[in-house]
């Protein structure tokens, strides 16, 4: 008797992609890595196996057949991200298994504050300037590795674009573009565009936006749409509706805190109101296309420069660059490296009569994904690439199927000698957006806490440590 694979997993899910649709899944897993570590090259090597929580979320495109007769699917691991505590690590930089002994002399409270491992995916954000802008541009701005844009997906990328060749209206969503528009608009401009109703929104406050200020814009219309060679309008609200991803004024930045020190940032939002009626609410994994608008939206953060005390002051620079670049507006892209593609292959075609989908499985997965490796607030590996193998997956997440990975790492991290060895992934289950959502704040909590001894200590007692705050966003 013919054995028919069970339906599960993908099958419910792939078979109804169509071209324009993709699927966002949340996972948990355990990661485990063997490390070892020591002071200096005369001490002995301290060894242990760490264990570190992990939380992806991932884009799943349609399924097609390859030219051997066997089905494929292509992913996107989008955010990967990774915590773990280390006793040696510990014991490495305090001198003691539990971490370094906080006492906080107002409230008594006491703890042991641990050096936590933690990874992220790197995405490899490049901003860039216009010709035109004027001399000194760039650098009203910071580090390209400071760019964070969070609950990026390929949807934010596409646009509809008209079809004069098909001899008809038909608007097909086309393939993601690789970047990002912004553009800096005067408050002069700003306000001649009637752009009011952004700062009379709700969350104006929330998100900074302030009267008077110029706006710097995000948007996804690329300067060579078929039929539509127009340059972004602001104030055309067909272009709004089409092509807008997020705003902010000038008026106020916030510090983000990297590895570097203290960075001032731009955040960047859209506005909910007049938006509700097309945002959706998922609580996990979730088919979405171009009509689906997340209630979480897109938020891109930007660094600007160190020299920028307040928001004020980087609107000033930028307005009076305005002022002497062409059209009186500051713009450019945020380039997006093109992220690596994972792969999932049928081992083998479909029996004769049966459709193609009655196949996938069993399979291979291919992860592919370039991340950083920080020990607290220090950066020990920077945009390496990293490959897994799942072999046998019967699902997706492959359940019950360990993942080999290779991760070798040696260097130095405050003076002391670190390395990797390779690991694997094991107990992958699918989780709901919200637990994803606490994973992925937590571990970057763990990338503000300082790991220099003299450093972990209450502000209170003039050290930089604070204590995770589960309301707040980090």
């Not at 915590?83 to 906080?102: A, T």
């Not at 000038?250 to 109101?273: C, F, M, N, Y």
Request: glycine share 8%; proline share 7%.
């Amino acid at each position: 008797m013919m054995v028919i694979p069970i339906v599960s997993g993908p099958y419910r899910t792939f078979r109804a992609l169509t071209q324009d649709e993709s699927f966002i899944e949340f996972e948990g897993s355990t990661i485990t890595i063997p490390m070892k570590a020591r002071r200096s090259p005369n001490e002995p090597w301290m060894e242990e196996i760490i264990k570190l929580r992990a939380f992806m979320r991932l884009e799943i495109y349609p399924a097609y057949v390859n030219n051997l007769g066997t089905r494929e699917f292509q992913f996107t691991i989008r955010d990967w991200d990774l915590y773990g505590k280390s006793p040696m690590l510990n014991q490495l930089f305090y001198g003691d298994p539990r971490g370094k002994l906080v006492v906080d002399k107002k409230t008594g409270f006491a703890d042991h504050i641990p050096a936590a491992v933690t990874f992220t995916v790197n995405h490899g954000y490049s901003l860039t300037v216009d010709e035109g802008a004027g001399e000194g541009a760039r650098e009203l701005f910071g580090k390209n590795s400071d760019i964070e844009i969070r609950d990026l997906c390929s949807h934010h990328l596409r646009t509809w674009a008209p079809a004069p060749e098909r001899n008809s209206a038909i608007t097909p969503y086309g393939n993601p573009n690789t970047r990002i528009y912004w553009q800096i608009i005067p408050a002069s401009r700003a306000k001649a565009a009637k752009l009011n109703y952004l700062f009379e929104n709700p969350e104006a406050e929330r998100l900074g936006l302030q009267v008077g200020m110029g706006i710097m814009i995000f948007h996804k219309k690329a300067p060579n749409i078929p039929g539509d060679t127009a340059e972004f309008d602001i104030a055309n609200p067909e272009d709004r509706a089409r092509y807008l991803l997020a705003i902010t004024t000038l008026g106020e930045a916030r510090s983000l805190r990297t590895d570097d020190g203290s960075v001032p940032i731009l955040q960047a939002k859209l506005p909910s109101r007049g938006f509700e009626a097309a945002r959706g609410q998922i609580k996990g994994n979730s088919v979405i296309s171009s009509l689906y608008r997340p209630r979480s939206g897109l938020d891109i953060r930007i660094p600007i420069a160190a020299r920028f005390r307040s928001g004020g002051d980087f609107n000033e620079s930028a307005e009076k660059l305005a002022s002497t670049s062409r059209g009186e507006i500051l713009k450019g892209t945020i380039d997006i490296k093109s992220p690596a593609r994972s792969l999932g292959t049928a081992d083998q075609a479909p029996d004769p009569g049966r459709p193609f989908d009655s196949a996938d499985f069993p399979a291979r997965i291919t992860y592919a994904a370039n991340y950083d490796i920080y020990i607290n607030r220090e950066r020990f590996v920077e945009d390496q690439a990293g490959i897994a193998i799942a072999v046998g997956a019967e699902d997706v997440p492959p359940r019950d199927v360990k993942v080999a990975f290779e991760k070798p790492q040696a260097g130095l991290v405050a003076g002391r000698f670190i390395e990797f060895s390779s690991g694997d992934c094991t107990g992958m289950f699918e989780i709901p957006m919200e637990d994803y959502r606490d994973g992925l704040n937590f571990a970057r909590y763990w990338r503000t806490v300082p790991l220099e001894p003299e450093a972990v200590r209450f502000k209170s007692e003039g050290g930089q440590f604070e204590d995770y705050d589960p309301l707040r966003e980090y």
